[in-house]
């Protein structure tokens, strides 16, 4: 009973009937992102580049995805690991050659750069498009979402994965297009997640007052923005894999499961 009084995880659609949901550690793991896209890229961009862009007429395009490379590469610390891995090598073959030994210098470091993000982007369009590449999302998500469509719960994506990159998944998950069932998708165009301002410029977008949000994320720095934006109910995922909590993650309703914010509406 005490567990029930002290519980301050709002109800939808009691509290609030828009969501707004972050994905990695919250409707997908993130061990995804690490486990399966980013091998996914690494293992599979000298395909994509013989398939797609390996013909006479593509030389073009693939000095153009080459060049943005190098460009990412220069943007970097001359004492950076990545410089470094890629001045030990003598000799390019070729521009296809040249991007494959970019990316793996980029990516064995972890580096975040557009010309790398675009390729990327680009490696799993086409692995989800074979359908060796299926979108996680967990167990709970779709009987969520169901659930939302009958409540007449508005449920929109932020994240900062690209717009793009959010329908790729989605629309290739593991139990179907889930694409049909969000109203917005939202980057970081939108502004930086861990940005008050981003979360009022979300609200103006989808027509709302921030106080009619109920949002959702497993990033205590995300839920302290919108908190300041005066975001009615953030609200922490916790998730397996996902960052132990501080102090600051236990201010906000904590929940295990997207199921624990489907009320009965009265």
């Avoid at 297009?177 to 998708?185: A, I, S, V, Y």
Wanted: charged share 25%; with cysteine.
């Amino acid at each position: 009973a005490k567990d029930l009084t002290e519980n301050t995880v709002p109800i939808l659609p009691r509290d609030a009937k828009i969501l707004l949901l972050d994905i990695e550690g919250c409707t997908t793991a993130i061990s995804f992102v690490h486990d399966v896209l980013f091998p996914f890229a690494l293992n599979n961009v000298e395909k994509y580049l013989n398939d797609e862009v390996g013909g006479d007429d593509k030389k073009e395009e693939l000095a153009a995805i080459a060049s943005s490379l190098v460009e990412d590469v220069g943007k970097l610390d001359e004492s950076h690991p990545t410089v470094k891995a890629i001045g030990e090598i003598k000799e390019f073959t070729n521009d296809k050659h040249k991007i494959v030994e970019y990316v793996k210098a980029l990516m064995s470091n972890d580096v975040k750069a557009t010309g790398l993000k675009s390729l990327q982007g680009k490696v799993w369009k086409a692995g989800y498009a074979s359908g060796e590449l299926k979108g996680h999302v967990y167990d709970d998500f779709k009987f969520m979402l169901d659930w939302c469509k009958g409540q007449n719960i508005s449920v929109n994506i932020y994240s900062s994965g690209s717009i793009g990159a959010q329908k790729l998944l989605f629309g290739h998950s593991d139990v179907g297009d889930l694409c049909p069932c969000f109203d917005h998708h939202f980057d970081t165009t939108s502004g930086g997640k861990k940005e008050a301002i981003s979360y009022k410029n979300i609200a103006e977008a989808m027509g709302v007052e921030p106080k009619e949000i109920c949002f959702i994320s497993d990033a205590e720095a995300e839920l302290v923005a919108a908190r300041e934006a005066g975001v009615g109910f953030p609200v922490m995922s916790v998730r397996p894999g996902n960052k132990p909590l501080t102090d600051v993650g236990r201010e906000f309703p904590i929940i295990y499961s997207l199921l624990q914010v489907c009320g009965s509406g009265s």
